[in-house]
């Protein structure tokens, strides 16, 4: 299971990134969704999408950013984030991840991290 991130960079204060994250190798993910992690934090939950429905944003992002998953065969399924509004507190690396839950529980499937810069 492979997930290819991209879209991070450096951005003034105000701006907009649009990160995506496409996976290969499994052929259903019931989660895909964002983490990132500042500098000296704990790596943070920032939104996830259900494939049974429904979405999750972290109050922090809530009204800025949003999440849009796209599948274009069994095999390869896309996430993006939309982010707007973008502040000094949003800079840090964004890990994409998909989710499989089966009857051993969940299995997270990592990306490699981009980097997201808000600075003037």
């Known amino acids: 299971v492979q997930l290819q991130a991209s879209g991070g960079g450096l951005v003034q204060p105000g701006g907009s990134l649009r990160l995506s994250c496409e996976s290969s190798?499994?052929?259903?993910?019931?989660?895909m969704g964002w983490y990132r992690q500042a500098p000296g934090q704990q790596r943070e939950l920032v939104a996830q999408?259900?494939?049974?429905?429904?979405?999750?944003?972290?109050d922090s992002v809530k009204g800025r950013f949003t999440i849009s998953t796209v599948s274009r065969d069994a095999a390869k399924n896309t996430v993006y984030l939309q982010m707007n509004s973008l502040n000094t507190d949003d800079t840090g690396v964004y890990y994409c991840?998909?989710?499989?839950?089966?009857?051993?529980?969940?299995?997270?499937?990592w990306g490699q991290g981009t980097q997201v810069t808000v600075s003037s």
């Open positions: 999408r259900l494939s049974a429905g429904g979405s999750h944003v972290a």
């Open positions: 190798g499994v052929d259903f993910l019931n989660a």
């Open positions: 991840y998909g989710g499989v839950n089966s009857a051993r529980g969940w299995t997270h499937y």
